[in-house]
């Protein structure tokens, strides 16, 4: 049984940054996809970035481009979220997902994921 978990969520100050863990076990294949998404209180799901296992290759939506960077660690079977210069626009429980194909979807497409994570909640504030 596949199983996504992230981590690294919590409350920071405008301008601050934090970085997002997405953590996939039972998985061995060397070819998937990794969304980052995020859903803000009585908005629909946003999202904001997938990195390809291929070449590393990784699309931004433009609300984070510049300010948020996706990488992987392959010997942990991570792959981060690190978001600089937040804002309380921000604001939102983030979700990882797994996708069984390296292909990366538009970041629209959500259904096009496999597994998912619980999420974990960004709070912006001062």
């Known amino acids: 049984q596949v199983h996504v978990v992230e981590s690294g969520g919590g409350l920071v100050q405008p301008g601050g940054s934090l970085r997002l863990s997405c953590v996939v076990s039972?998985?061995?294949?060397?070819?998937?996809?990794i969304g980052w998404f995020r859903q803000a209180p009585g908005k629909e799901r946003e999202g904001i970035s997938c990195l390809s296992s291929a070449d590393g290759t990784t699309y931004y939506a433009n609300s984070v481009k510049g300010r948020f960077t996706t990488s992987r660690e392959n010997r942990k079977a991570t792959v981060y979220l690190q978001m600089d210069s937040l804002k309380p626009e921000d604001t939102a429980v983030y979700s990882c997902?797994?996708?069984?194909?390296?292909?990366?979807?538009?970041?629209?497409?959500?259904?096009?994921?496999?597994?998912w994570g619980q999420g974990t909640q960004v709070t912006v504030s001062s």
């Open positions: 997902a797994l996708r069984t194909d390296y292909v990366c979807p538009p970041l629209r497409l959500s259904a096009r994921y496999d597994y």
């Open positions: 039972e998985f061995s294949s060397d070819y998937y996809a």
